[in-house]
């Protein structure tokens, strides 16, 4: 069992939690993600790491109640234990294995669009413990909504906030942003890492490709086990057919085909509808929707 330690709401339907997972907390790296799985029968839910403590033993954990699942995870408290908490799967951040000098040369602008700030985290860290400062834009619909704006303040170089409605830092899309520190600022980035909503990736990636700006996505929206049994995160990237689970969640964003992994994202909707309808509304009937 891997008991909860704290327990954050960060913003609305947006959760934080410190879990006890001490030989996950020493072997992660940023970029990689876990699989946490609440009781015996419950689903296997795929979140990338947003921070861990090898001297603590705990691992830190960020979700957004969107279904069934995630809403009965929001139910822990500080003290109660998830049934698993496997890990770390996935491929590192490619800039953990490059030379650390040539990391150094580099400019570095990562873009985080709502939840996608946690998995920016610990790569932003990564770096400013070993004394490389990135950049950071952080894109949310409101200031409500914004997440560990003071925790990316201490280790970004620079944090830009961009918020839809102008209600804190820049009024626009994260590609705004970007758009106004390059072509108007004259900022000059030699990398682009982005996370966030599929939607944003790809707009971020079609933005960089026209600014000649190499460009790394995290597909790890589309997973759904883990371990790429299901199928569920195929995606094509440059023609070749890959697997975000296993062979990512990190991609170079210009070769990623970002249609196909969002219609991909829809294959789940109704068994997720049903879900909820049964869990609110337990009736007779032969709708197919009840339970037995």
């Not at 709401?9 to 940023?30: C, G, Q, S, T, W």
């Not at 995870?73 to 490619?94: I, N, R, T």
């Not at 990564?126 to 280790?155: H, Q, S, T």
Request: hydrophobic share 40%.
């Amino acid at each position: 069992m891997y008991k909860i330690v704290d327990k954050r709401i960060l913003a609305p339907n947006i959760y934080l939690m410190d879990v006890e997972a001490p030989r996950l907390a020493k072997a992660a790296k940023p970029g990689q993600f876990l699989i946490v799985k609440m009781h015996e029968k419950g689903e296997r839910i795929p979140l990338t790491i947003c921070d861990y403590d090898a001297d603590k033993g705990t691992v830190t954990i960020v979700f957004q109640t969107l279904g069934k699942s995630t809403k009965e995870m929001a139910a822990f408290e500080k003290g109660d234990s998830f049934a698993d908490f496997a890990g770390p799967l996935g491929q590192p951040s490619e800039m953990v294995h490059e030379d650390l000098e040539s990391l150094k040369n580099k400019r570095i602008m990562f873009i985080a669009g709502g939840v996608g700030t946690a998995p920016v985290y610990p790569q932003v860290k990564w770096l400013y413990e070993r004394g490389i400062k990135a950049d950071v834009i952080v894109g949310c619909k409101n200031k409500d909504m914004l997440i560990l704006e003071d925790e990316m303040k201490k280790v970004a170089g620079n944090l830009y906030v961009a918020t839809d409605d102008g209600s804190y830092g820049f009024k626009g899309m994260v590609t705004d942003c970007l758009k106004k520190l390059v072509l108007e600022d004259g900022k000059r980035y030699d990398l682009v890492v982005a996370i966030g909503p599929m939607i944003m990736m790809k707009f971020v990636a079609k933005l960089t490709k026209e600014l000649d700006i190499p460009t790394i996505v995290s597909l790890n929206p589309i997973m759904v086990d883990g371990t790429g049994m299901c199928g569920a995160c195929r995606v094509t990237v440059g023609g070749e057919t890959k697997f975000a689970c296993v062979d990512g969640p990190e991609f170079n964003g210009h070769l990623v085909d970002f249609d196909e992994a969002m219609r991909r994202q829809t294959m789940y909707k109704s068994e997720e509808a049903q879900a909820e309808f049964r869990k609110e509304h337990k009736h007779e009937g032969g709708c197919g929707c009840c339970e037995e």
